[in-house]
């Protein structure tokens, strides 16, 4: 059984930084996809940022140069450094991790951002 769990998440001012964190549990395959995404209200859940296990990323355009997603492979950790942060970055972030031909999503973490 494969979980995830979020966390980091917050109220921030525009302008400041958070970190958020998702430890993954189970059976993690050494070949996978990590990636946060988020879900504002009324609005699509979509991708932020996203990392291979081979350390290949890729960032949405409204969050490149603000935004950094790393991961440790030996804790099966996954991060989102976010920096800059601006109102419209006020959503549930969560962690999804793909392998063997499965998705696994986490139960999110609020980020909110006041202006």
């Known amino acids: 059984q494969v979980q995830l769990v979020e966390s980091g998440g917050g109220l921030v001012q525009a302008g400041g930084s958070l970190r958020l964190s998702c430890a993954a549990s189970?059976?993690?395959?050494?070949?996978?996809?990590m990636g946060w995404y988020r879900q504002a209200p009324g609005k699509q859940r979509e991708l932020v940022a996203a990392?291979?296990?081979?350390?290949?990323?890729n960032y949405a355009d409204s969050v490149k140069g603000r935004f950094t997603i790393s991961r440790d492979n030996a804790k099966n950790m996954v991060y989102l450094q976010m920096n800059n942060l601006k109102p419209e970055d006020t959503a549930v972030y969560y962690c999804?991790?793909?392998?063997?031909?499965?998705?696994?999503w986490g139960q999110g973490t609020q980020v909110t951002v006041s202006s």
């Open positions: 999804r991790l793909n392998q063997g031909g499965r998705d696994y």
């Open positions: 189970g059976r993690i395959l050494s070949l996978n996809y």
């Open positions: 990392i291979t296990s081979g350390g290949s990323t």
